[in-house]
């Protein structure tokens, strides 16, 4: 019963968490709830760090979906 209830807190917790939609050369896009925008941002910062640059949002391709460019 423990690892049933646990498995299902697991399912439920995994929905709300932000994730990385796509990444390329001109925009980032990050599906995430409008409370985890926080953490959007961060996969967003991430992805931009790697080329040297921070994350800004500028878009939402979708009600549920954030788009970042990397600036300077």
Do not use: N, W
Request: aromatic letters at 2%; one cysteine or more; charged letters at 30%.
């Amino acid at each position: 019963m423990k690892t049933l209830l646990t498995l299902l807190a697991c399912a439920l917790m995994s929905g709300c968490a932000a994730e990385l939609v796509s990444a390329d050369d001109k925009l980032i896009v990050v599906k995430a709830r409008p409370s985890k925008l926080e953490d959007a941002r961060d996969i967003a910062e991430t992805q931009c760090q790697r080329r040297g640059l921070h994350a800004r949002l500028t878009t939402r391709p979708a009600s549920d979906q954030y788009g970042f460019d990397c600036v300077r």
